[in-house]
């Protein structure tokens, strides 16, 4: 069973890597957008699967990326495989910045302070013009490298992937799971809940400021209500409680599933995609909350650590 | 800045604060009463208030009702529509974690502005009912503001003596300290728990049809005031309802004073901030929280 597994994925990941040889423009770019998807659900899963601090403005890391990934590039002239690491490095300051007061609050608490952070991170881009271009947005010289960032989405995706997997089977996966549980038996039990926190956050903002430094580059164009949108925030959390929260596999199945969903069927419905976005939360939430892997679990006692 | 700030401009700052206080604390009293009786934030309060600027809209543009006579008509249709989500939803996650409500509340907010979005479209409305400001001395009331405002401090005072005075008003304040207490004392916590989201989304509604006659209705328009709702509870301290009205006057004169002395973009951020600095310093908000 997990050889198989194995030999399944090696030959998913070769067929991925020669896909652009041969493979349509439109295909490459549905890819890499799957590919980005899956870097952004796993990445949620990390800190709000993990710990269940939920994170609702998690769209704050990848637009923060976005921009400085941006700037970066169209002032400093930075090729942008180096630029996208520095999007990553101005996520990871954000979340240090913000998860000290942030993570000293509890569940709901927390979860507001992030609902917040993404309407304030939008008003100081639109704020610093000089910098950012304010509401006119940024626009990148042009450069067609849609097959590089490919691969470069590729590898972020399987690295958050794999990432997630180094950490629910070790023990600082085990410790973030106990504050998950219960965060004062946690406390009790000697685990260091704010510093572990801080690194499941700090953690789960690198892949999206990456992320969204190579959207930047792939797009050109970036603008605030581009690169801010709620809806990503949402399409991460319905991503991942759909395939399964806390999980290593289900960011990815539910980023390939609802992805799949979203270009065949509701595209041709604008409103009733997220209106369905709204009702797969709602009856995830009430119905199965361990998501599609939690059901495949159970029925065919599966490890937990997939 | 260069503009030279007079006595007089920070007065109208002041005044303009107080009017926009007196609706925060209104609204965030709904989400406050949600909170402090079943611990669930609701995520969908800000679309409960979108709903309720709607059908102001619709009763004044369909009917041609005055729109202030429409508010209890919103806050009955929206007392309807809360009492059918906790009884068809929230009250299955009361008891369950706080991962589950939060993100149970927040489809169902999804779900409310997208099928607004569906059904209203995405067109900017506006009630045109009444425009321009009262002049006293160098001051200006903004007559639908002024309006809303006692609308607001009047509803808000109702819903206290309601709290202090009536049996069921007793009862849900019982059930927000102790739940368990609450329940041996004979007090149908279910019920409470409905009604309290009915008289929760109330509250958002009226503040939704006040505000139709303010600003431009659309289907986004609730989202921040969930925030801000969040905000106001937070400053006043979580379960503390008359620390509701405090943390409302509170951030509408710090939005209004940071329009002033930075400029209406970064007013978000000062608001942001505030919320920051307050959970860190005194996480019990500055009137201290549960003591109803």
Redesign the interface.
């Known amino acids: 069973m997990r050889r198989a597994f194995l030999a399944a994925l090696a030959a998913a990941v070769a067929a991925f890597a020669i896909y652009p040889e041969f493979g349509t423009g439109y295909g490459v770019r549905s890819i890499l957008q799957v590919f980005m998807w899956i870097a952004l659900a796993g990445s949620w899963n990390l800190v709000s699967g993990l710990t269940?601090y939920?994170s609702?403005g998690h769209v704050a890391f990848f637009g923060a990326g976005a921009y400085a990934g941006g700037i970066l590039i169209t002032q400093h002239g930075w090729p942008w495989p180096v630029a996208s690491l520095g999007g990553g490095a101005a996520a990871l300051v954000l979340a240090a910045v913000i998860g000290g007061?942030?993570l000293?609050?509890k569940?709901?608490?927390f979860?507001?302070?992030m609902?917040?952070?993404n309407?304030?991170l939008r008003?100081?881009v639109?704020?610093f013009e000089g910098l950012t271009g304010g509401g006119n947005g940024l626009s990148l010289p042009t450069l067609d490298a849609s097959v590089p960032i490919y691969y470069v989405m590729g590898l972020l995706a399987m690295a958050v992937t794999a990432g997630t997997y180094l950490i629910i089977t070790s023990r600082f996966g085990l410790r973030l799971m106990t504050i998950r549980e219960d965060e004062l038996a946690a406390e009790a039990m000697g685990i260091d809940t704010f510093r572990h926190k801080m690194y499941a956050l700090l953690l789960s903002a690198v892949g999206p400021g990456i992320a969204g430094a190579l959207t930047a580059r792939d797009q050109g164009y970036i603008e605030p209500i581009s690169v801010f949108p709620?809806a990503t925030t949402?399409t991460m959390?319905v991503m991942v409680?759909f395939g399964g929260k806390g999980t290593v596999w289900g960011p990815v199945l539910g980023a390939v599933v609802l992805f799949v969903a979203q270009e065949l069927v509701w595209a041709r419905y604008p409103?009733?995609h997220?209106?369905l976005?709204?009702?797969?939360?709602?009856a995830v939430?009430?119905a199965m909350?361990r998501g599609v892997l939690g059901l495949l679990q159970i029925k065919y006692h599966l490890p937990r650590t997939i | 800045m260069n503009v030279v700030i007079t006595p007089t401009m920070v007065a109208q700052v002041v005044v303009s604060g107080i009017l926009a206080g007196g609706l925060y604390a209104m609204v965030a009293l709904g989400l406050a009463l949600i909170f402090g009786v079943m611990r669930v934030?609701n995520?969908a309060h800000g679309p409960l208030l979108m709903l309720g600027a709607y059908t102001t809209y619709f009763l004044y543009a369909g009917l041609g009702l005055n729109p202030f006579l429409t508010v209890p008509i919103s806050m009955l249709v929206l007392f309807a529509v809360g009492l059918l989500l906790q009884r068809a939803?929230v009250f299955?996650?009361v008891d369950a974690?706080?991962?589950?409500s939060?993100?149970?509340t927040?489809?169902?907010?999804?779900?409310?502005?997208?099928?607004a979005?569906?059904a209203f479209t995405s067109d900017l409305r506006a009630v045109e009912y009444i425009t321009g400001s009262w002049v006293i001395g160098q001051l200006a009331f903004s007559k639908s503001r002024v309006i809303a405002f006692a609308f607001a401090g009047a509803l808000t005072a109702l819903a206290f003596l309601f709290l202090q005075k009536t049996r069921l008003g007793k009862a849900i304040r019982a059930t927000s300290q102790s739940r368990e207490v609450a329940m041996v004392c004979g007090i149908d916590v279910r019920r409470i728990h409905l009604l309290t989201f009915g008289f929760g989304s109330a509250l958002a509604a009226a503040g939704g049809a006040l505000l139709a006659v303010i600003v431009a209705i659309q289907p986004e328009m609730g989202?921040?005031w969930?925030?801000k709702s969040?905000?106001v509870i937070?400053l006043g301290g979580a379960g503390n309802y008359p620390g509701a009205l405090l943390g409302g006057m509170l951030l509408g004169l710090v939005e209004q004073l940071a329009s002033l002395f930075l400029?209406t973009?970064?007013s978000?951020?000062v608001?942001?901030v505030l919320?920051?600095v307050v959970?860190?310093v005194r996480?019990t908000g500055l009137l201290g929280g549960r003591q109803t």
């Open positions: 269940g939920v609702f007061p942030c000293r609050l569940g709901p608490y979860a507001i302070a609902l917040g952070l309407e304030v008003a100081l639109s704020y709620l949402i959390i409680l409103y009733v997220p209106l976005f709204g009702a797969i939360i709602v939430v009430l909350p | 934030i995520i939803l299955r996650v974690p706080e991962l589950s939060l993100l149970l927040f489809g169902v907010s999804i779900a409310i502005v997208n099928l979005q569906l989202q921040v969930t925030f969040f905000l937070v400029t973009q970064l978000e951020v608001a942001y919320l920051v959970l860190l996480p």
